[in-house]
């Protein structure tokens, strides 16, 4: 298989780096989506991520069960977060995610770059193509609208 170029995506913030790294990892459970992009698609899923290394990305659903979505893979405080990312899927299939937070004129630049997706095989174009989007309105919408709430 060919490799699949990661999917980039980068916002700007009126936060400076530390504070824009806290909304991400320390409030996600306040602005990430979870009617639409979590495993139960219920609003009242609860996600939770724990931004140290070691810590896991996951969802516990309505019915009290939980999913993983991925593992914490690098922390580095105010600047960067690595994990992997599987939800719905085993952990051999996981692809990777980092987030980037750099200082930028009136605030910070937020980079998402996701990539690895040779590790879904024959799914990983289909699935590359819904992400593109997918990871916009999660991080071009979503985050950056919560973070605005919070300048």
Known sequence: MRALSPI??????GLEPARAYAAFADRFADWWPVATHSLSRSAATRCSFDARAG?????RAPDGSCHV???VQAVEPGRRLRFSWHPGRERESAQWVTVEFAAAPGGSRVTLTH???EALGEIGPLLRQEYLPGWQHVLGERFTAYAGRAA
């Not at 980039?8 to 913030?13: A, Y």
């Not at 810590?55 to 969802?59: A, C, D």
Request: aromatic share 18%; charged share 20%.
């Open 55 to 59: 810590g896991n990305v996951w969802e």
């Open 8 to 13: 980039v995506v980068t916002v700007e913030l």
């Open 69 to 71: 979505w991925g593992e």
């Open 115 to 117: 990539g690895g997706w």
